[in-house]
């Protein structure tokens, strides 16, 4: 992150004598829907999408009205994916800029405090959703038992404190997903959630509207100002939380209906476009979910092994046992205590298949299966695509269908 960290220090220091803060000038309504007409001659919306998943979901829900453009390159594993300048200007040049969340992009703070547009409008889309603590391995799964690995839920909604001295309508939070962005600003992950946000309520981040004091945020704001030389992102290690939101449908359900609703922010007049967009795509996502469950509802087994940390959502949501040989970042080696612990449990649990992932070397997962007289197979984070899958068209359903396919056969051995 300190190559980024001083790229960004020259970048602010050359924009920020024209910088223009969302809120200076004019009135907030409107504001949003100048998204579109200042696009830089372009009749679409201009979206950059961080990683697959989210581009996925942006490219359903925008349909023809937008060209939805990929920051993080096909076939790059994203975790240690860091913007370049020309990502940078991307980002400048944008109309909406929809990223993850959850500390998926670590770089993403530090990014759109550099950026000196005052009319992006950036959409976190794990917005409200309920993430959970990292898992890093057996010891988080106690000793027998039903422990979902993956990490721990927190007792509160993911509602990470946005200040960005925004100028969205916070009569309406519909838009509580999409923030309008200026210069100024300001992205704190604080989970000492002491705010007046309610996001007990989850139809707000489906893109429907809840209250909102105001002067509780303004006292929050004031309490909690940015300081640029405090203000950090999250590295590669995702500040100890677990991103991979997109991995169970019935979460991916709700990123969609948060796109949607920033979406709608940025472009008021193709609300209804953007809504019936999203419920077409949704419908997709919710007989996926059904498949889902309908098929792990009856396996023989609970627990399967993978490589990489990532499958905890899906656990949870289908009463699954994830065990990781790693932990959130697939790069990460495992000790030898570890590894050790692995194969005991593989043996004590009669495993016979070790799950690794595209865009990572298997070399973890052919050494346990070797030592256990296991094979291997692919289990899919679907944080980008490889050549094969951009030849055969695959999307993040079809993904999602192999990897159903894939524990369906590893479940029932």
Not at 28 to 49: C, D, F, P
Not at 191 to 218: F, N
Not at 242 to 255: G, M, T
Request: hydrophobic share 35%.
């Amino acid at each position: 992150m300190a190559a980024i960290a001083l790229l960004l220090a020259g970048m602010m220091v050359i924009s920020a004598c024209g910088a223009k803060g969302a809120g200076s000038g004019g009135t907030e309504e409107g504001s949003s829907a100048a998204a579109v007409s200042s696009s830089s001659g372009n009749a679409k919306l201009n979206i950059q999408a961080s990683i697959y998943p989210v581009y996925e979901f942006t490219r359903q829900v925008a349909g023809d009205a937008a060209d939805v453009q990929l920051l993080v390159p096909s076939g790059v594993e994203p975790h240690d994916w860091e913007p370049t300048p020309g990502d940078i200007a991307k980002l400048e040049k944008a109309d909406v800029f929809v990223y993850n969340g959850a500390g998926m992009e670590g770089w993403v703070d530090q990014v759109l405090s550099a950026v000196s547009s005052d009319r992006l409008v950036a959409i976190e889309a794990s917005r409200g959703l309920d993430i959970m603590e990292e898992a890093e391995g057996l010891e988080h799964h106690g000793g027998g038992g039903h422990a979902h690995s993956g990490g721990e839920a927190h007792d509160h909604e993911h509602g990470h404190d946005h200040e960005h001295g925004h100028s969205h309508d916070h009569a309406d939070e519909s838009a509580e997903a999409g923030h309008h962005h200026g210069h100024d600003h300001e992205h704190s992950h604080d989970h000492e959630h002491d705010h007046s946000h309610d996001h007990a309520d989850e139809s707000a981040e489906a893109g429907h509207p809840h209250e909102h004091d105001h002067a509780d945020e303004e006292a929050h704001v004031n309490d909690h100002q940015h300081e640029a030389n405090g203000h950090h992102g999250h590295d590669h290690d995702h500040g100890g939380l677990d991103p991979h939101v997109w991995l169970s449908p019935a979460l991916a359900v709700k990123e969609v209906r948060n796109i949607e609703a920033g979406l709608s922010q940025a472009a008021p007049e193709l609300k209804e476009l953007f809504k019936q967009n999203a419920d077409a795509y949704v419908a997709k996502l919710e007989a996926l979910d059904q498949e889902f469950k309908e098929t792990l509802a009856s396996v023989k087994r609970k627990d399967f092994i993978t490589q990489h940390a990532a499958f905890g959502y899906l656990a949870r949501e289908y009463g699954l046992r994830q065990v990781p040989i790693a932990g959130l970042s697939p790069e990460l080696e495992p000790s030898a205590a570890q590894m050790a612990e692995i194969v005991k449990f593989a043996k004590e649990h009669e495993v016979k298949t070790i799950f690794f992932e595209t865009l990572v070397s298997s070399k973890v997962a052919e050494v346990i299966s070797k030592e256990i007289g296991a094979k291997t197979a692919v289990l899919n984070p679907i944080e980008g695509l490889t050549e094969e899958d951009m030849n055969d068209s695959r999307d993040y359903i079809a993904l999602m269908r192999q990897n159903l396919e894939a524990l369906k056969l590893a479940l029932n051995e």
